[in-house]
């Protein structure tokens, strides 16, 4: 997903630190912004999906692991 939204930001010349394109400035701010969103709601759900993963072991230490994958 990180590839894609570098792409992007070459395709849109959304440059950093900007995080989202602005409309004002961009004609095609809204084709960069749903991949920038996309990646960024992937990112915030990420640590629920490990959360899970450690609460399932049984053990209470495990549910404290968020972003350390439990395998």
Not at 31 to 57: D, V, W
Request: proline fraction near 6%.
């Amino acid at each position: 997903m990180s590839f894609q939204v570098g792409a992007a930001r070459k395709k849109y010349n959304v440059f950093y630190p900007n995080l989202y394109a602005s409309e004002s400035d961009n004609k095609d701010a809204n084709l960069f912004n749903c991949i920038q969103r996309g990646h960024q709601n992937s990112l915030e759900m990420m640590p629920l999906f490990f959360y899970f993963k450690g609460y399932a072991t049984g053990d209470p230490q495990n549910r404290l692991t968020f972003g350390i994958p439990v395998w």
